[in-house]
């Protein structure tokens, strides 16, 4: 248990849906990350936020949408995806934007049909 | 092109021996490097780290070499235990822009025979 928690775990969507995935940090920390891991390849950073405010965005289509209400929370809203972006999505959480160290959820497992 | 890559994407080591576990990376600008560790069906777990100043951290059984000449880390496991079967990331941390940010391996999935 690291602290921080994702919803769904899993979730199989249509290419005309749309859905949302959620993570939730309890450890008092300022910066949240989304990261996507494809099958063989390696986590692959796609956002950053510090402080509710993005400050990263590593090149994402806008079919991803990031969304921090407040710094536990950090939603990736999906809508027209494509069967390539079937993934296992990860959320991470550090003390600070300049802290090495970063925790993760157990993340989500996406089926795009 | 992956910046930092593990060459081995599997390794099997005997119970009570050594697990050597390689890392490289091209990229200069890091300067500090992290190893993870994820079991199935959870989110990877930081295990140790190591800033570029060093050339080695020690943590229990769990010890990471560094060799910046040759841009070249390791994370020898000794001795192995069946419960570190797990795929361990090598990860590399610098900071491009506002934030640090993590550059991954593809991992090695590590199993430690009984």
């Known amino acids: 248990e690291t602290g921080v928690t994702q919803t769904p775990r899993h979730l199989v969507m249509g290419m005309t849906n749309k859905k949302s995935l959620k993570c939730e940090q309890h450890l008092g920390h300022n910066a949240m990350y989304w990261y996507k891991q494809s099958a063989k390849k390696p986590l692959e950073l796609m956002f950053v936020?510090?402080?509710?405010?993005?400050?990263e965005n590593n090149s994402v289509p806008s079919r991803f949408s990031p969304e921090c209400p407040n710094s536990s929370h950090l939603f990736l809203h999906l809508h027209t995806l494509q069967p390539e972006d079937s993934a296992l999505y990860l959320c991470?959480?550090?003390?600070?934007?300049?802290?090495?160290?970063?925790?993760f959820g157990p993340g989500t497992r996406l089926t795009v049909t | 092109d992956q910046q930092v890559k593990q060459n081995s994407p599997s390794l099997s080591v005997q119970e009570g021996r050594i697990s050597i576990l390689n890392c490289d990376y091209t990229n200069s600008m890091f300067d500090y490097f992290l190893w993870y560790k994820k079991y199935p069906a959870e989110g990877p777990t930081f295990l140790i780290s190591?800033?570029?100043?060093?050339d080695k951290n020690e943590d229990g059984r769990f010890t990471v070499f560094l060799n910046k000449s040759a841009k070249h880390l390791s994370l020898h496991i000794v001795p192995s235990q069946p419960g570190d079967s797990a795929v361990y990331f090598c990860?590399?941390?610098?900071?491009?822009?506002?934030?640090?940010?993590?550059?991954f391996g593809s991992g090695t999935q590590l199993t430690v025979l009984p």
């Open positions: 936020y510090s402080l509710e405010e993005r400050v």
């Open positions: 990860a590399a941390s610098d900071r491009p822009g506002s934030a640090r940010q993590l550059t």
């Open positions: 190591i800033s570029s100043i060093k």
């Open positions: 991470a959480s550090s003390l600070g934007t300049g802290d090495r160290e970063q925790y």
